[in-house]
């Protein structure tokens, strides 16, 4: 059973950053598409952005575009997410999983951006 533990969030003020880290477990990482998830109160969860299992391919929800970044080091299977310029409307639990929702939610990282 794959485990994954999302790391890093926290409190940021406006126009700061913060990297977000995910761990996988299990040896499909690194031929899996991955992805981070967001999830704010009273919404449904939203992909914001997702890698290809190489690296060479990413994409991004246009409301992140420009600002997050998302990268993987499939060495260590882990996936991270750089996320610059924080807004408020950022704010939410994150979440990484595969491209498909293959694997069991972990518990997320809370991400607070406020001033």
């Known amino acids: 059973q794959v485990q994954l533990v999302e790391s890093g969030g926290g409190l940021v003020q406006p126009g700061g950053s913060l990297r977000l880290s995910c761990a996988a477990s299990g040896s499909m990482f690194s031929i899996t598409t991955m992805g981070w998830y967001r999830q704010a109160p009273g919404k449904q969860r939203e992909l914001v952005a997702v890698i290809s299992s190489g690296g060479s391919w990413t994409n991004y929800a246009d409301s992140v575009k420009g600002r997050f970044t998302i990268s993987r080091d499939n060495a260590k299977n882990t996936v991270h997410l750089q996320m610059n310029s924080l807004k408020p409307e950022d704010t939410a639990v994150y979440y990484c999983?595969?491209?498909?929702?293959?694997?069991?939610w972990g518990q997320g990282t809370q991400v607070t951006v406020s001033a």
């Open positions: 999983n595969t491209g498909g929702v293959d694997w069991p």
